[in-house]
């Protein structure tokens, strides 16, 4: 096959703090025609930095598009040659102000001409696509993630590009939609399309990619022929801890331990929760549920089914139109103090030891402050004088900082120098280490709190989860990934417009019913 792209010698460099950080190093990468191409790594490896480079100026090296040497020096001109990208950052990609049709307009350059005929190519590129039914007049602020996900691989495929560059496409994205998506993928290699996808899930580089290469630290460790490799490999399980070995340099166990325990006390409380979209839909129809400590309620179903305007009306982010949210403490006198918390103020709730990852980081990030700021932001209020602790703010936040594998030069850097998964690093490393008050568990709500995590970390986010459940926390788990709720889960909530279908225990849940359900089926129905 004919190489349509090549990459010799690639650097970037950033500098920050007075560090300077070699994200690509000398890098060599080339992809062929009619070709799916994954590229794997760790957070910080360098993927995203190196398919950057083909809609900026690298610092050095050169690229070549069908054996001649071009200069993409913005995204104008890669569009020009036929390169298309959908970003992981979708903060940074989508406006959040305009609407799904303002935003494939602001980078058509003269494909579409009016916003009409553009909402016309979006409504049958939809379909075409198989990507889903969302209206080109909503606004982006409107959509739920795997809604914004949708949209920014819509971008990247509107303008028929020769070239497509995907980056963490399928994070958001249900199984049924992962499947419709390398379908799709599958349907335009054939045509001649080439195609790079960056990618954590492992599986999906083993099943659907051609070639696999492999970055750490800012180099190119390995590129593999995954047929070849395939057949060598005794099962995917052994294919999988292979790539995790060499993106981390070292054997990544998979395995997780989920101890069985008895659920201990209820400790929080939803009873009859009914709230409303932004555009004024019922999307939490009744919904009640219980959370105990020592155990994880799995929250499952496709995304924009109101899972997360339900965890936006717990926390008062959102108002809630009927229904309660009431947090059980301990017992004074064999009476079980029972608070409400429907529209207490965030503060209040979060002083309750309510601790939240939320699925857009963005909400619990403050950009611009330090990394060391930002993982005090729970506790320097607790410091129980007017001067804050410094000697044991700086012990505390670089030893979470050690802990969570947050890569960054100093603790003194801004969140906003971090990769995306380090940013996730930090939010992760405050919620879960949140310390409720005297008598009480921490209460954990976590959405999507592996998004955008390479292998190991991934690995060790779901040991945290599972470490809090031993410890007694009541952790409720919103997450697209379907595998990931299985394996963590001890009972498995299925909402679907907004109600929940049914809950079942882990030992009774299975892919299939709980798929079923995700689609409209009761649990009676899913079980026969």
Known sequence: METVLEMQNVCKTFYGDGVEIHANDNVNFSLKQGEIHALLGENGAGKSTLVNNLFRRPDSGTILLRGKEVELSNPIAALRHGLAIARQDLSKSLIERHTVAENILSISEGFFLSLSRIEREITSALNKYELGDIDPKTKIWKLSGGEKQRVEILKALITDPEIIILDEPTSMLTPPEIVNLFRLLNSLRSQGKSIIIITHHLEEAINYCDRITVMRHGEVVATLETEKEKNAWASEEEGIRHLATLMVGKEVLYELARKKMEPGKLTAEIQGLFATNDMGDTVVNGVSLQLKENQILGIAGISGNGQQELVEAMLHWRKVDSGKVLIHGKKIDDVSIVQDITGKSIREIRDLGIAYIPEDRRKALILDLSIRENLILNSYRKSGGLFIDQKSIVNVTEELISIFKIKTPSALSSVRSLSGGNRQKVVVARETTLAPPEGRKLILIAENPTFGLDVGTTQFVREELLRLREEGAAIMLISSDLTEVLALSDRIAVM?????????????????????????????????
């Open 496 to 528: 679907y417009k907004g109600k929940i279908m049914g809950i079942l225990n882990s030992q009774e849940a299975t892919r299939e019913k709980v798929g079923l359900m995700m689609g409209g089926s009761t649990l009676q129905e899913a079980i026969e």
